[in-house]
């Protein structure tokens, strides 16, 4: 595995493999999962080559935000990527990624300032910038995100669309632990205690999925039902608890296909997760699926 710092050199090496077939791009900010890991599984089997990079990006974090203490374990990753049959590792500095002289940013006005980007002014700006660059230096046919990061990918479909950016973003479902929780680089920073809170925001997702399989669709009861179950742990900081358009980010009256989403600070760490509606009824359909192929065997 090649490990690359500065763009001129991933610029070259990407260009080198493209000439080969597909290229697929996975961007991380490092501390790697399962979760991310399963998005390099996925390009992997979908491309003839798989170019990752790290990079923790300081434009996407706002004062007060855990910049400086956000996971970094650099050689674990690289471990990781190599057993994984990764070609090509993009690590840039802060300083290669954003010259002192860099002026230029990229904003998706309207949906940045939803959900997330409600709480979070600026964020989406800087996410929007960073994967625009890394889009422009790597150049892959295929660009690989989390479904757990729902509105990062509803932006960044959007700047896609709207820059006419010759790339495919390819969300993949979440990944969570045995007992529910999300996979995220954030899970680390949880003590003992805030790791067993953190599961409320499962809990209120598999409530919302209770009453829409007794075929309760109307968002303002399936909203309720979220902040009743948050309600029951004084301790947590509800950011919050939407039921929106996938795409637009917009709020929905009924939840057929919406996006499902909650964000809450546990303890110090903030953590967000969501389901598809869509996915649940395509869910249900396959269990219902193999049941009737059961009976039939």
Known sequence: MQILRTVREMQLASRHLRRTGTLGLVPTMGALHDGHLTLVRRARAECDAVAVSIFVNPTQFAAGEDYETYPRTFEEDCGKLESAGIELLFAPSAQEMYPADATTFVEVPGISDRLDGASRPGHFRGVATIVAK?????????????????????????????????????????????????????????????????????GALQKVCELLEDGETCSNVLHNALLEVFATDETIRLDYAAIVDPDTLLPVDSAKGALIAVAAWVGNTRLIDNLLTDDLLIEKHDIGHRSMEEIHA
Do not use: T, W
């Open 134 to 202: 890394l889009l422009n230096v790597v150049g892959p046919d295929l660009a690989y995100f989390g479904q757990k990061d729902a509105a990062q990918v509803a932006v960044l479909r959007a700047m896609i669309r709207d820059l006419n950016l010759p790339v495919h973003l390819v969300a993949c479902p979440i990944v969570r632990e045995q007992d529910g929780l999300a996979m995220s680089s954030r899970n680390r920073n949880l003590s003992s205690q805030n790791r067993h809170q953190a599961l409320i925001l499962h």
